[in-house]
């Protein structure tokens, strides 16, 4: 979810969490996905003006990136600097020359909403052709209804299909889809002091019309299972029945709640973990991320080593796996298959490791891979499409100076990286 208030230079932290976690079904690779953040982008919006120039219009400002191959995949980007401009807004593009050149996508419909102060943007890529894109045109918090429609695409972004209007309370927070019919849609009001009210929404015809399913109360936990406390992290369904709400939380027994009936009730997901284990200072989970039945979660609990356990049958029951002693306290994990997987290094405040990780076997053991660069710039992010193939880029917001930062490709997991720069195509 990205929310905007004019420059807002930390709003990229939720963003990444998100496309590094890998939450929910993993997107397929080389062929139409529907998972990551993306939507489509053309000209500015309706009321701004496009930036003037050649050279200014070449320039592209990346806010998240979802990668669904090689050589396709999506991204939301600033219209204009974000680091020197207060009323850029943030609009989908796609590429298919592995994130070298970049077509703006963005749904007619949608300008308008994307371009209000405040609006609340959220990209489900699914695969190279694939996305939904939701948007949220709002100007304040208050609890009162908003403007949410969906729109969706099957043919890389060269047209969408909008949805019904939502006039809701709150704002569009996560996207979860299974299959080409079913969808999940998370609205927030925003967390504080450990809490954060929410209400889903759910789709069974592909995003054109959306209906309430299940929502928290003011204060304690519904009769539905969902509970207003924690800060959610992710929103993952594996299948139509089958769904995760994960959170940041000091009880463990609310940091992940499983639903086996499509998102009507919601029960805590029983995890071989202690109890105890976010009493101290909390715990972030993310995912979990799947692979068919195989399941992958994540559970930060700095400055104590993460929890990583593992799913065969589809999240019913789960097993602990050792992560290699350099993995860091806030490792960035994603697996391409029940098998394949990457792990990227971080410790504290997002600090890049200088080694990284590969596995072939489900997470049983890892291989360190050394990096032959060090990633220094804040807020700096990962995106493999393979244990061997992936991306590294700063978001726009993060981004020192006037001009767009430099991307990085490997193809050998990160022994080596090339530099390049990213192009909005005329």
Not at 23 to 32: F, I, N, S, V
Not at 352 to 366: D, E, L, M, P, S
Not at 368 to 375: E, K, L, N, T
């Amino acid at each position: 979810m990205a929310r905007l208030r004019g420059r807002n230079k930390g709003a990229s932290a939720l963003a990444i969490v998100l496309l590094v976690a890998g939450c929910g079904t993993l997107p397929a690779r080389g062929q139409p996905a529907a998972q990551p953040p993306a939507a489509s982008g053309s000209p500015a919006p309706s009321g701004r003006p496009a930036a003037s120039g050649s050279q200014a219009a070449a320039e592209i400002w990346l806010y998240s990136l979802q990668m669904t191959s090689a050589s396709t995949g999506w991204a939301l980007r600033w219209t204009q600097s974000p680091a020197v401009a207060d009323d850029g807004y943030l609009t989908p593009a796609h590429t298919t020359d592995g994130a070298r050149t970049w077509t703006s996508v963005t749904p007619r419909a949608a300008r308008a909403l994307l371009a209000t102060p405040g609006a609340a943007v959220v990209l489900r890529a699914l695969d190279g052709e694939g996305a939904w894109l939701a948007v949220t045109a709002a100007t304040t918090d208050s609890p009162a209804a908003h403007l949410t429609e969906v729109f969706t695409t099957v043919n890389g972004g060269r047209t969408w299909t909008g949805s019904a209007p939502l006039k809701v309370p709150g704002y569009a927070h996560f996207l979860s889809v299974a299959g080409p019919e079913h969808g999940w849609l998370l609205m927030a009001n925003g967390g504080a002091m450990g809490q954060e009210p929410v209400q889903l929404y759910r789709t069974s015809d592909a995003g054109l019309r959306w209906s309430p399913v299940a929502g928290t109360p003011q204060a304690g936990t519904g009769s539905n299972g969902l509970p207003v406390s924690c800060d959610k992290t992710g929103l993952a369904f594996a299948t139509a029945s089958a769904g995760w709400l994960s959170g940041a939380c000091f009880s463990l027994s609310d940091a992940l709640l499983v639903s086996r009936d499509g998102g009507v009730t919601w029960a805590s997901q029983a995890l071989p973990v202690a109890a105890s284990s976010c009493s101290t200072s909390g715990c972030d989970v993310f995912g979990p991320q799947f692979a068919g039945r195989t399941g992958f979660l994540v559970i930060d609990r700095p400055p104590r080593a993460p929890y990583f356990l593992v799913s065969q049958d589809l999240g019913v029951t789960w097993r602990s796996e050792p992560l290699p002693s350099g993995a860091g306290e806030d490792p960035r994990i994603q697996f391409f298959s029940p098998l394949s997987g990457m792990l990227v290094s971080a410790g504290p405040q997002g600090v890049i490791g200088h080694v990284f990780y590969a596995t072939a076997n489900g997470g049983r053991t890892w291989t360190a891979v050394p990096q032959d660069r060090s990633f220094t710039q804040l807020g700096t992010s990962f995106d493999f499409v393979s244990a061997r193939t992936g991306f590294a880029w700063a978001p726009g917001a993060d981004a020192k100076g006037s001009s767009p930062p430099a991307m990085y490709l490997t193809t050998d997991s990160g022994r080596t990286w090339v530099a390049f720069t990213p192009r909005l195509a005329a």
